[in-house]
């Protein structure tokens, strides 16, 4: 079975300053998807960005990015010039096309101090 | 707005009763999921269906129970035989077909289920 692994339960980040959320994967295939979501204190769970692991350069969506080593099975999310409305739950998920779902890491809790 | 319903936003159960949650999308996407998640936890995947009238069972099937009648309807079925069902309930959607698995999946705002 896929695993997915959020070891920071929370973070802290000072407004305007980057922080780097961390995620490792474990998976058998070789052609996946590794996926960031964001989740508010709405609940609302909003994709934040997509890797697709057959490319090798990262993917960057405004103030966020990623550090895909394939080798390492790490997918890690840097967001730049935090601001108060990044504050959320952030949640790590691999593609499983062997059941045609995602799998979802424990996730990680982002609080930005003013 | 083309986007993914879920209703109630809040549901009370009784005991030894059976509640239905509802989820519908207007995306035009062939797969949808359910997904439960407990304080401070991920998301675990109870159900999903990559076709109308075909479905499997997720991670933690137990206790419920789907239908998939129409591409646009995933209603979830709570039923009393899962002994602890309060959770937040994520109703999902995605395009399927070839990239079943691998494509975006867009999430409904939830519903909160509680046991009185």
């Known amino acids: 079975a896929q695993t997915v692994t959020q070891s920071q339960p929370e973070m802290s980040v000072q407004e305007a300053e980057t922080v780097t959320l961390s995620c490792t994967y474990d998976t058998s295939e070789s052609d996946y998807y590794l996926f960031w979501y964001k989740q508010p204190p709405s609940r609302q769970m909003i994709l934040v960005i997509r890797?697709?692991?057959?490319?090798?350069q990262n993917a960057t969506e405004n103030r966020f990015s990623v550090n895909f080593q394939k080798a390492a099975k790490s997918f890690s999310l840097k967001i730049s010039d935090s601001q108060l409305g990044d504050a959320a739950m952030y949640f790590c998920a691999s593609s499983d096309t062997g059941r045609r779902a995602l799998t979802f890491g424990s996730g990680t809790r982002l609080q930005v101090q003013p | 707005d083309g986007g993914i319903t879920q209703s109630p936003k809040y549901l009370f159960r009784k005991e030894g009763q059976n509640v239905t949650l509802s989820c519908e999308q207007n995306?035009?996407?062939?797969?949808m999921y359910w997904y439960r998640q407990d304080p401070g936890q991920g998301l675990r995947l109870i159900y999903y269906s990559q076709i109308v009238n075909d479905f499997q069972k997720g991670d933690i099937a137990e206790g419920y129970s789907v239908s998939r009648e129409k591409k646009e309807s995933f209603p979830l079925t709570v039923t009393s035989a899962q002994k602890n069902p309060t959770a937040f309930y994520l109703c999902a959607s995605s395009i399927g077909g070839g990239l079943a698995g691998r494509e975006t999946q867009y999430f409904g705002p939830g519903t909160r289920l509680l046991v009185l």
């Open positions: 995306l035009n996407h062939d797969a």
């Open positions: 890797q697709e692991a057959y490319k090798q």
